[in-house]
C-alpha cells in the first residue's frame, strides 16, 4: 500500500514538474530535453522504490 502512495505522489509531482517547465519560457529543444529528464528520473525513482532496480 506504501509503495501505491508513492508512486501517486511522484506522479503528481512528476504532472507537476511537466506542468511548469512547459509553461517556462525555455527554447524548445531544451524544454524537451528537461521533460525527458524529469520522466526518466521519475522512473527509476518508481522503479526503485519498486525494487525493480
Do not use: D, E, H
Not at 505522489?9 to 517547465?21: D, H, P, S
Not at 529528464?37 to 522503479?47: C, D, K, M, S
Amino acid at each position: 500500500m506504501s509503495i501505491l502512495i508513492t508512486v501517486i505522489i511522484a506522479l503528481v509531482l512528476l504532472g507537476l514538474a511537466l506542468y511548469a517547465v512547459q509553461r517556462s519560457p525555455i527554447p524548445s529543444p531544451v524544454n524537451w530535453l528537461i521533460q525527458l529528464l524529469l520522466i526518466v528520473v521519475a522512473i527509476v525513482f518508481i522503479g526503485n522504490r519498486a525494487g525493480f532496480f
